[in-house]
């Protein structure tokens, strides 16, 4: 089709000139000191502040990391978001929030493989270098793992929520918590029970909190792994990236012969928490998005094993 205009060229002004257009102004003058020896340091001014604060620092940092895994794909790159805190003294203005991310990049720079003896060692040298007896650096990341078809053997990724926080007292030493949230299939096994045919059936969300004890040796055991197959193996079904005909009749009917209930699946993985000698304590939660309902249903255990010594 033919324009029946020929189209003209907008003229537009130079770049400064369209900042001036939609408000920018110059520079005012400048009184303050423009030397980092010179400006006031507010953050370290000492005085009695009233509180001692517990935990201060930033969150929601984003941040490409490595993970290894012991299943594939053993080594990933993938997005970690931190939160990095310490506390700080009464007599403390604020912390020096700079150095969080000093400290992250200088990681970065040096191939920062997420572990927990790595994080145990950015957390140590992180109290260190705000002077504080104590650190926390909680980091949250999409892990990602192969899984196969249970007929055809084809390959894709699945991921789950993962993530470990480690603090540090100088005092007390290291806790560690590992957490993974992993997603299966559960069958309704009231459903099953009572219907001729059938059974609703949907995707649950299992959460596991774990406490490591100091015996955890990531050299030989791989939390990630263990949560998520605490999860898996104890729901209905497996969740698969690929699925062939064959396939598909073999999670079907796996569903159907292993029905669960919420609680069923919060009390069979806490089982399997349990005997994971590495775990001292454990919170385990699942929510299952009704397929026959808006709503979930959900259910959440926690075990304390030190219980058991008193
Ligand atoms: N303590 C504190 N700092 C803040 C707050 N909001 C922003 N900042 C940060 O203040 C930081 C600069 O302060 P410092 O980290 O103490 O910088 P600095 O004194 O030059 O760093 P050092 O030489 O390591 O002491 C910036 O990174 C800002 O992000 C806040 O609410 N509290």
Not at 96 to 114: A, I, W
Not at 203 to 227: C, H, P, Y
Not at 281 to 293: D, L
Request: aromatic fraction near 8%.
């Amino acid at each position: 089709m033919q324009h029946l205009h020929t189209p003209t060229k907008k003229q537009l002004p130079a770049k400064a000139e369209r900042h001036k257009l939609f408000g920018s102004v110059p520079p005012g003058e400048k009184t303050k000191p423009e030397n980092k020896a010179d400006m006031a340091d507010l953050q370290n001014t000492k005085k009695n502040f009233l509180f001692h604060i517990d935990a201060v620092g930033i969150a929601n940092v984003k941040h490409p990391i490595q993970v290894i895994s012991n299943t594939s794909p053993a080594m990933q790159t993938t997005i970690g978001t931190f939160e990095f805190t310490s506390s700080i003294q009464q007599d403390s203005k604020g912390t020096n929030m700079s150095r969080f991310t000093e400290q992250l990049d200088m990681y970065h720079k040096n191939g920062f493989t997420v572990s927990v003896q790595s994080l145990q060692t950015f957390v140590a040298e992180l109290a260190e270098r705000l002077k504080q007896d104590d650190a926390k650096v909680k980091v949250t990341f999409p892990w990602f793992f192969e899984r196969s078809g249970p007929a055809s053997g084809m390959t894709g990724l699945n991921h789950a929520d993962a993530s470990l926080e480690v603090s540090y007292h100088k005092e007390t030493g290291f806790r560690t918590t590992a957490k993974l949230s992993g997603t299966v299939t559960t069958l309704c096994p009231c459903s099953k029970e009572i219907s001729e045919y059938s059974a609703h059936n949907q995707r649950g969300i299992v959460s596991m909190e774990v406490q490591l004890t100091d015996a955890f040796n990531e050299d030989v055991q791989d939390w990630k792994e263990a949560l998520l197959e605490a999860a898996e193996s104890n729901a209905s079904a497996r969740i698969h990236p690929v699925l062939k005909r064959p396939d598909e009749k073999m999670v079907t009917e796996t569903a159907y012969e292993n029905p669960r209930f919420v609680e069923d699946m919060v009390r069979l993985v806490a089982a399997d928490l349990y005997e994971l000698d590495y775990v001292e304590k454990f919170t385990v939660s699942c929510s299952n998005q009704e397929s026959i309902h808006l709503h979930d249903a959900v259910a959440t255990l926690s075990y304390d094993k030190r219980d058991e010594m008193e």
